[in-house]
């Protein structure tokens, strides 16, 4: 199983909502995926961040990097390969992440 397989399949398996996979691999030396996904309170999204670090740890024993997690509005969780993001619905929509990193039709690199 890949790291984003174990983080894919935990953020489901705890119901986060609307998960988004983008693949950085062309775009970006930082991570190869970025992974945006919602959690329905502060505290849920507290709980999807920790949950996933803990498959990350337990699994495949990487110990990922963790920010934001006490104001519970966004977590970044940093895996090396991959980047999560965890947002309550309205932070996601006012950030707007995933707009950043989607394709531009017709734009080259």
Do not use: C
């Amino acid at each position: 199983m890949s790291m984003l397989d174990l983080i894919l399949n935990t953020l489901q398996n705890e119901k986060a909502e609307d998960i988004v996979t983008l693949d950085l691999a062309d775009k970006s030396s930082m991570a190869d995926h970025m992974v945006v996904a919602s959690g329905r309170s502060a505290r849920q999204v507290g709980s999807l961040a920790e949950k996933v670090a803990d498959q990350l740890k337990q699994v495949m024993d990487v110990h990922s990097r963790m920010e934001g997690k006490s104001a519970g509005d966004w977590v970044l969780l940093d895996a090396g390969d991959v980047i999560v993001h965890i947002f309550r619905p309205e932070v996601r929509e006012f950030y707007q992440l995933e707009k950043m990193w989607q394709e531009v039709p017709g734009a080259d690199a």
